[in-house]
């Protein structure tokens, strides 16, 4: 099974400011990641799949890059219906999983 | 619009069953495999199984293989997990997912790119 491990657990930032979320993969996942969106009593949303690829609807101030084991999630002006948790997930390899996520908050 | 709805989760003793319910509507079912996804309480996202559009290919988490079922009727529109031999530790809240895929060669890889509101199962004495 691949374990994914996002860093950090918590992030503070200010409204206007940029965030940066880190994902790293025990092994190669390729370009076969998804970053997902959850605000507290809500579904997960997905944001991006194949590690770059915004999904529909989502604003372009959400960035993702990486490939292999290491990613990386971007949200370049923070807006505050922002601050939620962030998973990182793989869908390269059977089972699918998810990183334990990030929280990120207001500072 | 696109939309799945969870019915089905409730209260259980441990050892109970329980079959969750989703249906689909906004696309053509038939086309997309999907998946359930189960949140415990405070915790992370954890996936569970995954069924293909035609039901030949099915997939479980090794802390749910063989005490949960996944099945569809495409006719209906409609997904299902049958969950035998309740744990406590089986306490989440349970999400379906419709899966969108990609083709890298002759692989296919599916990620979960519409989600469910969720259905909430307790597991308790």
């Known amino acids: 099974e691949i374990v994914m491990t996002q860093s950090p657990a918590t992030l503070s930032v200010s409204p206007g400011e940029r965030a940066t979320l880190s994902c790293r993969a025990s092994q190669s996942v390729s370009s076969n990641l998804a970053w997902f969106q959850q605000i507290p009593g809500q579904a997960p949303r997905l944001l991006i799949h194949g590690a770059s690829t915004r999904a529909t609807g989502i604003p372009a101030r959400f960035s993702g890059s990486g490939s292999g084991t290491e990613f990386t999630l971007t949200i370049s002006s923070l807006q505050s219906e922002d601050f939620a948790v962030y998973y990182c997930q793989q869908y390269n390899n059977w089972p699918q999983t998810f990183g334990q996520g990030t929280k990120l908050e207001i500072k | 619009e696109v939309q799945l709805v969870e019915s089905g989760g409730g209260l259980v003793q441990p050892g109970g069953s329980l079959r969750l319910s989703c249906a689909a509507s906004g696309f053509t079912f038939s086309s997309y495999s999907m998946s359930w996804v189960r949140q415990a309480p405070g915790k992370g996202l954890e996936w569970v199984s995954y069924?293909?559009?035609?039901?030949?290919?099915?997939y479980y988490a090794d802390s749910v293989k063989g005490r949960f079922t996944i099945s569809r009727d495409n006719a209906k529109n409609s997904l299902y997990l049958q969950v035998n031999s309740l744990r406590a530790e089986d306490t989440a809240v349970y999400y379906c997912?419709?899966?969108?895929?990609?083709?890298?060669?002759?692989?296919?890889?599916?990620?979960?790119?519409?989600w469910g509101k969720g259905t909430t199962v307790t597991v308790s004495s």
């Open positions: 997912a419709r899966d969108s895929w990609i083709q890298v060669n002759y692989y296919y890889y599916y990620y979960m790119d519409v």
């Open positions: 069924i293909s559009s035609s039901s030949s290919a099915i």
